[in-house]
């Protein structure tokens, strides 16, 4: 009898535990450029906006300023650990503390690690969005208090996903920064502007957090298109670019984590995943990696990527693009899930 008493003991207090770890992750908290900008840029000065058909086409709601047909990858990451279906935009006036309080996204279409990169479109630099950050906690310790605030702070999970704009907006198509830089040196300008935004957000109370690497941005539909008449291949020297900046981001990701006491630190590696669904599209049910879905797939993204476009797809699932810089939400969904069952499953459990 005493016997059968302590088991159950011993099972509640287990799954008391199991609980507990499930809820580990309270929040998902988004720091980067269009790859995960839920709706930032719809409340800015910019050019660079999406919150207009046909984007979010397959959204539940219509257009909400993500530069895709559906979803964006931190979407689904925050779905797959069992918070929501979707993270809000901080600037979004349509959601306050309380919807922030489980996940809010900072990110900004068009920006970078470099100020320089985020001028070119006026949106919101690196810098930036970590005021905003600042200030998000001042609303959650007015709205939860200090002890259940800080907890959460401390235990939500951060990703940061950007870096694209800085080479493809910025340096191998404006003068200055390649005047000032090879493509070396900027990418170690890059990697320290990374280090010391996490030695921040570690500062902070930050502990879990994810650095996205680098797609094959080479083979973007519209870099492609420079190339249209020498058979629109992916250009390799930008695919090369993304390879070494990924090597270096591995390389400050392991010695931030032996560094800051308590961090968890995890690189987020889209690139071979994304190499494989552009070289190998029918394995993954696309039937196009060349082109995107919006208008002829060349060229189309922001404002020319119009609803009275008539080349437009009427299927996007069939393409690994949905504009000519960014994946469909099929695409989006394929990147989460894996990188749910990689780099980030240390968080889950
Ligand atoms: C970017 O601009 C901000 C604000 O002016 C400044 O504090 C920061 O040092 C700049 N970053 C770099 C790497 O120059």
Known sequence: ??????????????????????????????????????????????????????????????????????????????????????????????YDIKDFATGVCFASAGTGYDNATSDVLSVIPLWKELEYYREYQKDLRGYLGDEKANEILGEALYLISIGTND????????????????????????????????????????????????PPMGCLPLERTTKLFSGSKCIEEYNDAAKDFNEKLEGLIASLNKELTGLRLTFSNPYDMLFQMIQNPKSFGFEDAATACCGTGLFELGYLCDKMNPFTCSDANKYVFWDSFHP???????????LVKTSLAQFLW
């Open 1 to 94: 009898m005493a016997f059968k008493v302590i088991h159950w003991v011993i099972l509640a207090r287990l799954l008391l535990q199991i609980a507990n770890i499930y809820a580990r992750v309270p929040a998902i908290i988004v720091f980067g450029d269009s790859t995960v900008d839920s709706g930032n840029n719809n409340q800015i000065s910019t050019i660079l906006k999406s919150n207009f058909d046909p984007y979010g086409r397959d959204f539940i709601g219509g257009p909400t300023g993500r530069f895709s047909n559906g979803r964006v990858p931190t979407d689904f990451i925050c779905e797959a650990f069992g918070i929501k279906p979707t993270i809000p935009a901080y600037l979004d006036p349509a």
């Open 167 to 214: 080479f493809l907006e910025n340096y191998y198509v404006l003068p200055k920064r390649a005047s000032e830089f090879s493509i070396e040196e900027y990418q170690n300008f890059l990697a320290g502007i990374a280090g010391n935004f996490i030695k921040e957000l570690y500062n902070l109370g930050a502990r879990k957090m994810s650095v996205g690497g680098l």
């Open 328 to 338: 469909t939400e099929k695409t989006n969904a394929i990147l989460a899930d894996h």
